[in-house]
């Protein structure tokens, strides 16, 4: 079956810092890689996607690159701002299943 | 891209009572899905409710227990029945994006706390 994981939080950052969340997956057939973020209060948002390997989804300053050698989907921003607190999923689905398989979430927090 | 309206946004609830969720979607779509956020935990899937047809449920959770209804293209409801402290969570309804199985949008969730 399908599965993500994900590296555990809390991450507890200065603002400016660099962010890495790690995300490794298995799955049954060639997937689609998302990274979704919950901030405080909110919905689920869709942060950036890849449909490909070597293909890199960005967004807000967010990248990940869809790496199929290493089955990995990792999520980096090279400043982050007290705006970008928030719990970060990483996710997968494959074609044939159109079902979204979560990792456990991140709790990112950036301090002014 | 698709706007998802999910309500009750919260409830509060007496044990062994029933809740019925709704979400009603701004476009037609194949197919919606039911998850779930316990506490601290991350998403897992209920249920996928397609049109015309039974919500297929994953592992772990059954019709009686959260029954779901489908009646039309552009809208679900689900029910948590016999509510016990352990449903306490967020249940997130979900769809496809229109023309991009790809891409699915969340409703902002109704956070169920069950006394």
Redesign the interface.
Same mark, same amino acid.
């Given at each position: 079956g399908n599965s993500v994981t994900q590296m555990e939080g809390p991450v507890t950052l200065s603002e400016e810092a660099f962010l890495t969340i790690n995300c490794t997956y298995t799955a049954t057939g060639y997937p689609?890689l998302?990274w979704?973020v919950q901030y405080p209060g909110? @919905?689920?948002?869709?942060l950036l996607?890849a449909?490909k390997a070597d293909d890199k989804g960005s967004n807000k300053g967010f990248e990940a690159t869809y790496r199929k050698e290493t089955t990995s989907f990792h999520l980096e921003k090279g400043s982050v701002q007290v705006s970008d607190s928030a719990v970060y999923?990483c996710a997968l689905?494959t074609?044939n299943d159109?079902?979204?398989s979560? @990792?456990? @979430?991140t709790t990112v927090t950036v301090r002014a | 891209s698709a706007v998802i309206s999910q309500k009750p946004s919260r409830d509060i609830c007496q044990r062994g009572t029933s809740l019925t969720i709704q979400c009603q979607v701004d476009s037609q779509v194949t197919?919606m =899905?039911w998850?779930r956020q316990q506490p601290g935990? $991350?998403?897992?899937?209920i249920a996928?409710a397609n049109q015309g047809s039974e919500a297929t449920y994953?592992s772990g959770f059954v019709i009686d227990k959260f029954p779901i209804s489908r009646p039309n293209l552009t809208f679900s409801t689900l029910t948590v029945s016999n509510m016990s402290p352990e449903d306490s969570s967020i249940y997130?309804c $979900?769809v496809?994006g229109s023309g991009d199985?790809?891409?699915? =949008? =969340?409703? $902002?969730?109704t956070q169920l706390s069950v006394l």
């Open positions: 689609s998302f979704y909110e @919905g689920l948002q869709l996607k449909t999923f689905v074609f159109y079902k979204l979560f @990792g456990a @979430g | 197919m =899905f998850y935990q $991350s998403l897992t899937l996928t994953e997130l $979900s496809e199985n790809e891409k699915l =949008f =969340f409703g $902002s969730g």
